[in-house]
C-alpha cells in the first residue's frame, strides 16, 4: 500500500559563467554582404636612427599591411515533441523546454569562442615543461607562469583593460592559484571598480575571470593526464562578427503549424539558433596560452 509521490517541481539547474565573448571586439556584418568578413592592418615601420645627409631623402621604404579573414556560420539544434507528450509528461512543458534551448545555446557560442583562442600559439608551459605531453597534476599554474605572461604581452605592444590583463581560468587551475599570498580577492577592490562577469580577483597585473566551461585537454599530458588551458589576453587579441541584428534565439513551432507535413497537428519543435557568427583571433601576439597540470 505504499505509494510514490511525484514532485512536480523540478530540481534546479544552473548554468554556467560564460566569459569568452566579452573581451572581444565585436564586428556586426551588414546583411547581403556575404559570409566572409575582411580585416587588415598596416605592419609597423622598422625603428630608423640613421641621419639624413644634406639634401638627400634617402631611399623610400614600402608600405605593408596584413589581413585577417572570418568566416560567418550558422549554429542551432532543436527537438521534435509529440501532441501526447505535452498532454501526459508531467515535466515537457513549453516554458522549460525554451529555457533548456535557451541555455544550450548561450553555452555553445560560448565554446565556439573558446575553442577558437585555445588555438593561440604562444604557449608557456608549467614548470618549465617543453610540451603539453610532458605536463602532470604537479605541474601546476603558479604565479611565475602568469608573469611571464605578462612579460611576453608586454614585450608585444598588447594593450590592456584599463591597466591590467586578463585570464580565463578554469576552477582547478584557479584553486592552486589562490595558494599565492599576493592573490587579491575581488571583494577587496569591487566597490571600486567595474567587475567583469565571473572576476574572482587579480594578480601580477591580471585580472582573473573563472569559468567551468574554461579549456581542459582531456588526457593530453603525461600518463593520461589532463591539461588545463589558460588564456591570457590583451585588448584587441580577438573579435567576435556576427550579420547586424542577428542574435541568438529561441524558436518554437506549435503543432499544426507545418501544414500537411503534420496533417494531425501532432509534431511540435522547439530550439535554438544563430545566424551568422564566427570568432577569430584578429592579433595573435596579444593573447598567450599558459598549460599546467592541476590539483584533483
Avoid at 548554468?15 to 573581451?23: A, W
Amino acid at each position: 500500500g505504499m505509494q510514490t509521490y511525484y514532485n512536480r517541481e523540478l530540481l534546479r539547474t544552473f548554468e554556467p559563467n560564460l566569459v569568452h565573448l566579452q573581451f572581444g571586439d565585436e564586428h556586426r556584418m551588414p546583411p547581403h554582404s556575404g559570409l566572409v568578413m575582411n580585416m587588415r592592418k598596416l605592419i609597423p615601420l622598422e625603428t630608423n636612427t640613421k641621419a639624413l645627409s644634406e639634401g638627400d631623402p634617402g631611399e623610400s621604404v614600402m608600405l605593408a599591411e596584413t589581413e585577417v579573414t572570418v568566416q560567418l556560420q550558422q549554429y542551432g539544434e532543436y527537438a521534435r515533441c509529440t501532441d501526447k507528450l505535452d498532454l501526459t509528461h508531467l515535466d515537457m512543458d513549453i516554458m522549460r523546454r525554451t529555457k533548456l534551448f535557451g541555455d544550450a545555446g548561450a553555452r555553445s557560442i560560448d565554446a565556439v569562442v573558446r575553442e577558437e583562442l585555445a588555438k593561440c600559439a604562444n604557449v608557456i608551459y608549467a614548470n618549465g615543461k617543453t610540451s603539453r605531453a610532458s605536463l602532470t597534476a604537479a605541474d601546476k599554474l603558479t604565479s611565475k607562469e602568469l608573469r611571464k605572461a605578462v612579460k611576453a604581452l608586454k614585450k608585444n605592444h598588447a594593450q590592456t583593460f584599463g591597466g591590467y590583463y586578463v585570464a580565463i581560468i578554469g576552477p582547478d587551475t584557479m584553486y592552486d592559484l589562490q595558494e599565492d599570498d599576493a592573490f587579491v580577492k575581488v571583494s577587496q577592490y569591487q566597490d571600486k571598480e567595474n567587475i567583469y562577469t565571473g572576476e574572482v580577483g587579480r594578480l601580477f597585473g591580471v585580472r582573473l575571470v573563472e569559468t567551468t566551461e574554461a579549456k581542459v585537454f582531456e588526457g593530453a599530458g603525461a600518463s593520461g593526464a589532463d591539461v588545463a588551458s589558460v588564456i591570457v589576453l590583451g585588448q584587441y587579441a580577438y573579435g567576435v562578427t556576427s550579420l547586424k541584428g542577428a542574435k541568438p534565439r529561441v524558436i518554437v513551432k506549435p503543432a499544426g503549424s507545418a501544414g500537411t507535413a503534420d496533417p494531425l497537428d501532432q509534431i511540435s519543435t522547439v530550439g535554438w539558433k544563430m545566424d551568422g557568427f564566427g570568432a577569430k583571433l584578429l592579433q595573435p601576439e596579444y593573447a598567450v596560452r599558459i598549460e599546467c597540470g592541476f590539483s584533483a
